[in-house]
């Protein structure tokens, strides 16, 4: 099974700051990498799909990157609407596997 | 309006066979692009999925729980059936439906269901 390291698992920031996230895959996958954002008590949604296309509605401040084993979303300028937890996904090859998550929370 | 929901019982005894239902609308589960899978999150954790069933019927699942799983599909009543076996406390948590689309992901959610492992 393909294993995705996300880092940080927390981090704290203030609305305005830039925030970046990073999904290591323990082989390559190419660009097949999604991004997720849970809020508390909800389902999670699909923000990204194929490292870096941003899904319908999802605001232009989320940015996708990355290919092979190393990607990274990027926050441009946190809004209070952000704060959740993100999830990176790997689409490559089945089993699909997800990274443990890393949670934004305000500081 | 595109919905999964999932239904099926909150509570199982240790060792007891879980059925999850999902029924689907707006969409069909013969979409050559499109599958369902199962994911699941205990409690404060990360996602696992779990299996997923394509649109020729094709059945995928998790290493790991393979044994345990089995995923169905009934075009008629647009549903979706998750078994697993021989539960434990560690099953507990919210299982999800959810649609997979091809070259997007997982791309519509249901709710997701609790499920809690107790005698």
């Known amino acids: 099974d393909i294993q995705m390291a996300q880092s940080p698992s927390s981090l704290s920031a203030s609305l305005g700051d830039r925030v970046t996230i990073t999904c290591r895959a323990s082989?390559?996958?190419?660009?097949?990498l999604n991004w997720y954002q849970q809020k508390p008590g909800k389902a999670p949604s699909l923000l990204i799909s194929a490292a870096s296309s941003l899904q319908s509605g999802v605001p232009s401040r989320f940015t996708g990157s990355g290919s092979g084993t190393d990607f990274t979303l990027t926050i441009s300028s946190l809004q209070p609407e952000d704060f959740a937890t993100y999830y990176c996904?790997?689409?490559?090859?089945?089993?699909?596997?997800f990274g443990h998550g890393t949670r934004v929370e305000i500081k | 309006q595109v919905t999964l929901k999932e239904s099926g019982p909150v509570l199982v005894k240790p060792t007891e066979t879980l059925t999850l239902t999902c029924t689907v609308s707006?969409?069909?589960?013969?979409?050559?692009?499109?599958?369902v899978s199962w994911i699941r999150q205990p409690p404060g954790k990360a996602l696992e999925w779990l299996a997923h069933i394509s649109s020729n019927d094709d059945k995928l699942y998790s290493t790991s729980l393979k044994s345990r799983l089995s995923i169905s599909r009934d075009t008629s009543k647009r549903q979706v059936v998750l078994t697993v076996t021989d539960m434990d406390p560690v099953d507990i948590g919210i299982y999800y439906c959810?649609?997979?689309?091809?070259?997007?992901?997982?791309?519509?959610w249901g709710r997701g269901t609790l499920v809690t492992v107790s005698s």
């Open positions: 082989q390559s996958i190419s660009r097949y």
């Open positions: 959810v649609r997979h689309t091809r070259f997007l992901g997982f791309d519509l």
């Open positions: 996904q790997q689409s490559y090859s089945t089993p699909w596997t």
């Open positions: 707006e969409f069909s589960l013969n979409n050559d692009r499109m599958g």
